[in-house]
């Protein structure tokens, strides 16, 4: 099992830039690819970027493709979402998943296939 903390959220103008941190504990973390998700208020959670094991692949919605950046540091047992050019949309709680996979150029793109999941950051973004 892998435990996971969010940190990094907060109030942004938009046009602004924030970077999320998710820590992990427990189990190898390199076994781990990893996920971002988020949930505004009244809609459902939606993927937002995941990354391999490796960090060697990542993969973006189409929302926040060329603004935000997905890494990970696999000897600080962390991944950072750099979020720039932020935008009101953007607001929600935004949630660091975790899945244990063989392959370490896979990552998985749907909450149903994460196991692991932090308790949530809020990201505000004001116009």
């Known amino acids: 099992q892998v435990q996971l903390v969010e940190s990094g959220g907060g109030l942004v103008q938009a046009g602004g830039s924030l970077r999320l941190s998710c820590a992990a504990s427990?189990?190898?973390?390199?076994?781990?690819?990893m996920g971002w998700f988020r949930q505004a208020p009244g809609k459902e959670r939606e993927f937002v970027a995941a990354?391999?094991?490796?960090?060697?692949?990542?993969y973006y919605s189409d929302s926040v493709k060329g603004r935000f950046t997905f890494s990970r540091d696999n000897a600080k047992k962390t991944v950072y979402l750099q979020m720039n050019s932020l935008k009101p949309e953007d607001t929600a709680v935004y949630y660091c998943?975790?899945?244990?996979?063989?392959?370490?150029?896979?990552?998985?793109?749907?909450?149903?296939?994460?196991?692991?999941w932090g308790q949530g950051t809020q990201v505000t973004v004001s116009s």
């Open positions: 998943a975790a899945e244990r996979v063989y392959n370490r150029e896979s990552y998985k793109v749907t909450a149903a296939e994460y196991d692991y």
């Open positions: 427990g189990d190898t973390f390199s076994m781990y690819a």
């Open positions: 990354i391999s094991r490796s960090g060697g692949r990542t």
